[in-house]
C-alpha cells in the first residue's frame, strides 16, 4: 500500500490546497466507494478533467486509475483474521461486541500492560469509534503517538472515513485554524508534552466550538480542564513504559473498527 500511504502524507503534510490536493482529499474520503465512482464521476465531482485525475493517480506511482482502484480494493476489503492475525474465536468475539476481546488481547502483554486491562472498556472503544465515524475528526501527536496516530487514520480509510493528520507543526496548525465548530480533535500525549507546547491554539479550538479529547497514559495536569473527555490508559504513575498502553489501546480501537 505504499503508494496509499504516499497519499495520506501528502495530505497530512501539505499546506496549499491546489488541484492535487482535492484530488487526493477526495479519493482517500471515497476510498469504499470508488468501485462505484467512474474516472469520469470522480472528475466530476472535484471540478477537474479526467486526464488531471489520471494524472494525479500517476503522481503516486500508480500506472492508471484503474491500477489504483485494484489496490484500493484489497485495503478496504482485507481480512481482519489475516491482517490482524487473529484466530476465528477472537474474531467471533470481536463481532459479537461482548468485550471479551480486551482481556484475551491484554493477555498477551507484558505486566507493563495489566493496568490497562482494568482501566479500558468495551464502551470506551466503541463510543470513541462512533464519534470518529460521524463527526470530523483530527487526531493531534508527535513523536510516537504520531505514528500511532498514522496507523489508525490508515484503519478509519478502510473503514470508509477520513480523519486527519498534521505530521508537521505548519501543517497542524492549518488544521486547527480550519477545524469547524462541533468537529472532534483527540490528542494523544502520554505525558502531556503535547498540551504544554500547544495550549494556545488548544484553547483556541476550545473557544471555536470544536469538542477536544485527550488520550494519555499518565498526565494529570491543569491542561486536562480544557478537555471535554480524557480517556486515561492507566490509572498509576508510569512513567517508562512509553508508548506501549497507547499502541496497545489503539490496537483494540482497530480490532474492533475492522471486525
Not at 474520503?29 to 465512482?37: G, K, P, T, V
Request: aromatic share 8%; proline share 2%.
Amino acid at each position: 500500500m505504499k503508494s496509499v500511504h504516499d497519499m495520506i502524507t501528502y495530505l497530512d503534510t501539505e499546506t496549499e490546497r491546489d488541484t492535487r490536493y482535492e484530488v487526493v482529499s477526495y479519493l482517500l474520503a471515497h476510498l469504499r466507494d470508488l468501485d462505484s465512482l467512474s474516472l469520469s464521476e470522480v472528475a466530476r465531482q472535484t471540478y477537474v478533467s479526467k486526464s488531471t485525475v489520471s494524472r494525479v493517480v500517476r503522481r503516486f506511482g500508480f500506472e492508471s486509475y484503474d491500477e489504483f482502484l485494484t489496490v484500493t480494493r484489497r485495503l478496504v476489503r482485507q481480512d481482519p483474521s489475516v491482517t490482524l492475525r487473529i484466530a476465528p474465536n477472537e474474531l467471533h468475539s470481536l463481532r459479537s461486541g461482548d468485550g471479551g476481546y480486551i482481556d484475551s488481547y491484554i493477555d498477551e502483554l507484558c505486566a507493563a500492560l495489566q493496568d490497562l486491562k482494568s482501566t479500558v472498556r468495551a464502551e470506551t472503544i466503541d463510543s470513541l469509534i462512533e464519534d470518529m465515524m460521524m463527526r470530523e475528526t483530527v487526531l493531534f501527536a508527535t513523536e510516537q503517538p504520531l505514528m500511532i496516530a498514522r496507523d489508525v487514520q490508515v484503519a478509519f480509510l478502510a473503514a470508509g472515513r477520513l480523519i486527519h493528520v498534521g505530521e508537521t507543526g505548519s501543517k497542524r496548525r492549518q488544521i486547527a485554524q480550519e477545524l469547524p465548530s462541533g468537529s472532534l480533535a483527540i490528542v494523544l500525549s502520554n505525558y502531556g508534552r503535547y498540551l504544554e507546547d500547544n495550549r494556545e491554539t488548544l484553547e483556541g479550538l476550545k473557544g471555536r466550538g470544536v469538542e477536544l479529547w485527550l488520550v494519555t497514559l499518565c498526565y494529570d495536569g491543569p491542561s486536562c480542564l480544557l478537555f471535554d473527555r480524557v480517556i486515561r490508559l492507566s490509572a498509576h504513575g508510569f512513567s517508562g513504559v512509553g508508548s506501549f498502553p497507547m499502541k496497545a489501546f489503539f490496537k483494540l480501537v482497530i480490532r474492533r473498527l475492522l471486525a
